[in-house]
């Protein structure tokens, strides 16, 4: 069941897009297996840009990732334009194209006409919202997301506690909130640190009982500094 934050966890948000660069490690069963990028920058025109980078490799196997998204900001609320899913290495290639087309009211998915626009985020941009949600004390989410397949899921989370964690950038104060899936083997867990503005600073997957992934902070600059 998921647990009420204290009090005293609920910290001011400076800004929830402010620019800041981050890093990660990335981990299964305790083995570091590559790295992570994560960065905000605000762009002209009240535009701003979430850039993803993965690099993970594990004897001959190997993955590279990216997502961007491009996304406006009004009356503070998140309006995705574009988002751009690219996957290498091993296996299939994998790239996606999501156009949110708010003149026609539709959300344009590698070219193709695929869902009405309806308030629907990215796979990045519901993050940046639940930090903000995070901010103000809220513990359950829901949001309808277009995923890096370019599928419509609707993804339901909750705030499960609060720990503290010993990660590569040291140790930090977080908020845990976890992923709701009714008849799934997959369980999926993120964690939020207040301290620094909310940020992201674990996510760790589970399937069928064996982790899958595990990436923690390792550096985080904000304001656009660089790492």
């Known amino acids: 069941?998921?647990?009420?934050?204290?009090?005293?966890?609920?910290?001011?948000?400076?800004?929830?897009?402010?620019?800041?660069?981050?890093?990660?490690?990335?981990?299964?069963?305790?083995?570091?297996?590559?790295h992570a990028t994560l960065a905000l920058t605000?762009?002209?025109?009240?535009?701003y840009r979430l850039d993803y980078s993965s690099s993970v490799s594990i004897f001959f196997l190997s993955d590279k990732r990216k997502e961007t998204s491009i996304f406006s900001i009004i009356d503070n609320?998140?309006?995705?334009?574009?988002?751009?899913?690219?996957?290498?290495?091993?296996?299939?290639?994998?790239?996606?194209?999501?156009?949110?087309d708010h003149d026609?009211?539709?959300?344009?998915?590698?070219?193709?006409?695929?869902?009405p626009l309806q308030q629907q985020l990215d796979n990045q941009?519901?993050?940046?919202?639940?930090?903000a949600k995070l901010a103000k004390g809220e513990t359950d989410f829901s949001y309808d997301v277009i995923n890096y397949r370019g599928e419509l899921k609707q993804?339901?989370?909750?705030?499960?506690?609060?720990?503290?964690?010993s990660l590569p950038?040291?140790?930090v104060d977080a908020i845990k909130v976890g992923f709701v899936r009714e008849n799934s083997t997959r369980q999926t867990y993120a964690w939020f640190s207040p301290a620094l503005n909310y940020q992201l600073v674990r996510l760790q997957q589970f399937k069928d009982g064996e982790?899958?992934?595990?990436?923690?902070?390792?550096q985080y600059s904000p304001g656009g500094s660089n790492l």
């Open 42 to 47: 605000k762009l002209d025109d009240n535009q």
């Open 169 to 171: 950038y040291g140790k």
């Open 77 to 100: 609320q998140i309006i995705p334009d574009n988002y751009v899913f690219k996957r290498t290495g091993t296996g299939s290639d994998k790239h996606v194209r999501v156009n949110f």
């Open 1 to 34: 069941m998921p647990v009420a934050v204290e009090e005293s966890t609920v910290l001011p948000l400076a800004d929830p897009f402010s620019d800041f660069n981050a890093t990660f490690s990335a981990y299964r069963y305790g083995r570091e297996l590559g």
């Open 104 to 115: 026609k009211g539709k959300i344009v998915v590698n070219d193709r006409p695929s869902f």
């Open 211 to 218: 982790e899958q992934g595990d990436i923690q902070l390792s």
């Open 125 to 131: 941009l519901y993050r940046l919202d639940l930090q």
């Open 155 to 165: 993804y339901q989370l909750s705030v499960l506690t609060k720990e503290s964690l």
